[in-house]
């Protein structure tokens, strides 16, 4: 009867195993192939962002067709979303109805999307409007990429410009930071001590940071207290601060860099492919297309 029972789990167990391997999405691939451009216009720095972040249009649309400039290029529609999880968003309606006039031929999401099983997980309230994207990409079998380069890569470029510590940092709480704005985790030290190993296996930043306690540490150390006047700094704790309207002090100058790292490797990207003579569709921040609309203009239009 135990054996019964005990094969039985296991058949379970794998008929499970089978259905996730099969049907569970899993995140957009990185892009492989070559990837090296410079530009004649570099994307804008997020200094000059904010002298138009309060007044740009929300969703912001570029929609190029590179072939009137050489006919054997492509299209790109790029939908800058203001980011959501409402699935009842107008964006979500209008994303559908732009992708399936466009009938996109490759498309590019913002961010690693991980884990989720459809039908029981919704991709909208799991992954915002990425999730969507990425939906619609499985649904029509259109070639799906993330826009980000390799992690380490991207660290690597930002280390140019900043300390070890403080790069780990950023990276540690930079999904915290993004992700607050929908809700605060019940555990967050629990949510962040899941990133720290994971952020911190670059060579320049093993033994940064080990713990919560270490973040703590830095936090008080530089975002408590006076600052060079003997004001005193009126920074929250990291576990009230969202990103959503930017990050203190050096926090903000590293967020900047690693925009504008993105930023550059999203716009050759997106040349690549259209290049090639794809109708790439590619969906992020509002804030993306706002700083690389100048660079794409110049290589496309």
């Given at each position: 009867?135990?054996?019964?029972?005990?094969?039985?789990i296991f058949l379970?167990?794998?008929?499970?195993?089978i259905?996730?391997?099969?049907?569970?999405?899993?995140s957009?691939?990185?892009?492989?192939?070559k990837?090296?451009?410079?530009?004649?216009?570099?994307?804008m720095?997020?200094?000059?962002?904010?002298?138009?972040?309060?007044?740009?249009?929300?969703?912001?649309?570029?929609?190029?067709?590179?072939?009137?400039?050489?006919?054997?290029?492509g299209?790109?529609?790029?939908?800058?979303a203001?980011?959501?999880?409402n699935?009842?968003?107008?964006?979500?309606?209008?994303?559908?109805t732009?992708?399936?006039s466009?009938?996109?031929?490759a498309?590019?999401?913002?961010?690693r999307?991980?884990f989720?099983?459809?039908g029981?997980?919704?991709?909208?309230?799991?992954?915002?409007?990425?999730?969507?994207?990425?939906?619609?990409?499985r649904?029509?079998?259109?070639?799906?990429?993330?826009?980000?380069?390799?992690?380490?890569?991207e660290?690597t470029?930002?280390?140019?410009?900043?300390?070890p510590?403080?790069?780990?940092?950023?990276?540690?709480l930079?999904?915290?930071f993004?992700?607050?704005r929908f809700?605060?985790?019940?555990?967050?030290?629990?949510?962040?001590k899941?990133?720290?190993?994971k952020?911190?296996q670059h060579?320049e930043?093993q033994?940064?940071?080990?713990?919560?306690?270490?973040?703590d540490a830095?936090?008080?150390?530089?975002?408590?207290?006076?600052?060079?006047?003997g004001?005193?700094i009126?920074?929250?704790?990291?576990?009230?601060?969202?990103?959503?309207?930017?990050?203190p002090?050096w926090?903000?100058?590293?967020?900047?860099?690693s925009?504008?790292?993105?930023?550059?490797?999203l716009?050759?990207?997106i040349?690549?492919?259209?290049?090639?003579?794809?109708?790439?569709f590619?969906?992020?921040g509002?804030?993306h297309?706002?700083?690389?609309?100048?660079?794409?203009?110049?290589?496309?239009?």
């Open positions: 009867m135990i054996k019964k029972v005990l094969l039985g379970l167990v794998l008929a499970a195993v259905f996730l391997f099969y049907f569970a999405w899993r957009p691939a990185f892009y492989e192939g990837i090296d451009c410079k530009f004649a216009m570099p994307p720095t997020m200094a000059e962002y904010d002298s138009v972040l309060q007044t740009h249009p929300r969703p912001f649309i570029i929609d190029i067709d590179a072939s009137k400039k050489d006919p054997k290029w299209k790109v529609l790029f939908y800058g203001s980011h959501t999880r699935k009842n968003d107008p964006q979500i309606t209008d994303i559908e732009r992708w399936d466009f009938d996109p031929t498309c590019l999401v913002e961010g999307l991980g989720l099983v459809p029981l997980m919704d991709p909208v309230e799991e992954y915002g409007e990425m999730g969507f994207v990425y939906k619609l990409s649904r029509d079998g259109v070639e799906a990429f993330t826009w980000e380069q390799p992690l380490d890569n660290i470029a930002v280390l140019k410009k900043f300390k510590e403080q790069v780990a940092m950023f990276y540690i930079r999904p915290y993004s992700n607050i809700g605060k985790p019940a555990n967050p030290d629990e949510y962040v899941a990133f720290i190993e952020r911190t060579p930043l033994n940064t940071i080990k713990t919560v306690g270490d973040i830095i936090w008080n150390r530089e975002f408590r207290g006076n600052d060079k006047t004001k005193p009126p920074i929250k704790d990291w576990r009230e601060t969202s990103d959503e309207y930017g990050l002090l926090l903000g100058d590293v967020s900047a860099e925009n504008f790292v993105r930023n550059e490797y716009a050759c990207l040349i690549l492919l259209v290049k090639q003579g794809k109708r790439v590619v969906v992020g509002s804030s297309p706002v700083c690389i609309e100048r660079t794409l203009n110049s290589e496309l239009r």
